[in-house]
């Protein structure tokens, strides 16, 4: 049983900035691609950020272009958790967010359709 727990959700105001992590359980997933999705109400779930490891110390990293330079994933292989760090937010990225983990073929970075496992979301609420 593959669990995903994401955590570090909340209110917060412009500018401000929020944690996120997702502790996953079940499974090793060192060598797998994760990553942040984020679902607007009335939108469609889309990318956010992932990072794919690739050898023993090299990591890849993808962001949707509306969080660059202002969002940061990484990852604790040791503790199986992966971390979104949300700096200078805007009301625009009020969201439910989601961390996931793709099956082993997925493209990079991954479309939703590509995750295997979901978290059960934390909301992310950003006022003007």
């Known amino acids: 049983q593959v669990t995903l727990v994401e955590s570090g959700g909340g209110l917060v105001q412009a500018g401000g900035s929020l944690r996120l992590s997702c502790a996953a359980s079940g499974r090793t997933f060192s060598s797998y691609v994760m990553g942040w999705f984020r679902q607007a109400p009335g939108k469609e779930r889309e990318f956010v950020a992932a990072?794919?490891?690739?050898?023993?110390?090299?990591?890849?990293?993808d962001y949707a272009d509306s969080v660059k330079g202002r969002f940061t994933i990484s990852r604790d292989n040791a503790q199986n958790t992966v971390y979104l760090q949300m700096n200078r937010l805007k009301p625009e990225d009020t969201a439910v967010y989601y961390c996931?983990?793709?099956?082993?073929?997925?493209?990079?970075?991954?479309?939703?359709?590509?995750?295997?496992?979901w978290g059960q979301g934390t909301q992310v609420a950003v006022s003007s």
């Open positions: 990072i794919r490891r690739s050898g023993d110390k090299t990591y890849y990293l």
């Open positions: 996931a983990v793709t099956g082993a073929s997925a493209t990079f970075p991954p479309r939703p359709d590509e995750c295997d496992y």
